[in-house]
């Protein structure tokens, strides 16, 4: 379970290049919190996350749809 606002802050942690998206390379490269992403959006890897969630055909999710599927899972506090 997170709140908003500790999703924002994994969010920027992600995004190691501040572009607003965090990308399939930026997920591997934090396995740690990539994982705690995988849990809270009920999917298996970074993989299924942009392929479900992501609108990016490059292969990187916003932060607006990382929530929707935290939102999806229930998992927003
Ligand atoms: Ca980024």
Do not use: C, W
């Amino acid at each position: 379970m997170a709140t908003e606002q500790e999703l924002q802050s994994l969010f920027k942690t992600l995004d190691r290049d501040q572009d607003g998206k965090v990308s399939i390379h930026e997920l591997f490269l934090n396995p740690g919190l990539s994982a705690i992403i995988s849990s809270e959006t009920n999917t298996s890897s970074p993989q299924e996350l942009l392929a479900r969630y992501g609108s990016d055909e490059n292969g990187s999710i916003t932060f607006e749809e990382l929530k929707k599927a935290v939102e999806k899972a229930s998992n927003l506090t």
